[in-house]
Nanobody
Framework: QVQLAELGGGSVQAGGSLRLSCVVS????????LAWFRQAPGEEREAVAI???????SYDDSVKGRFTMSMDNANNTLSLEINPLQAEDTAIYYC?????????????????WGQGTQVTVSS
């Protein structure tokens, strides 16, 4: 059973950078797809970055070049670095996992979720 817990988040100025972390308990390399989602007020939850079970990453077009997803397998910690931040990045950010090699961009296909962390970007 995988459990996820986000760390980081907060209020930051546009143009700055932020690193979100997610501790993935019960994680085994090669068994889980991992993803970062975000949900802005009044919007649906959307995937911004996904990582297949062997570390291959993909990004939504809206965040390419600004978001970097990485996994520290030694510490079972997933990270999402955002640089530079934009006002439209304001949202609750969630890490998620599903017990398959391949990832999807659809939230309903993920079995495990963190509690979410708020990111607020002021311009």
């Amino acid at each position: 059973q995988v459990q996820l817990a986000e760390l980081g988040g907060g209020s930051v100025q546009a143009g700055g950078s932020l690193r979100l972390s997610c501790v993935v308990s019960g994680y085994t390399f090669g068994r889980y797809c991992l993803a970062w989602f975000r949900q802005a007020p009044g919007e649906e939850r959307e995937a911004v970055a996904i990582m297949d079970a062997y570390g291959g990453t993909s990004y939504d077009d809206s965040v390419k070049g600004r978001f970097t997803m990485s996994m520290d397998n030694a510490n079972n910690t997933l990270s999402l670095e955002i640089n530079p931040l934009q006002a439209e990045d304001t949202a609750i950010y969630y890490c998620a996992a599903r017990g398959t090699y391949a990832c999807t961009w659809h939230s309903e296909s993920y079995n495990y979720w963190g509690q979410g962390t708020q990111v607020t970007v002021s311009s």
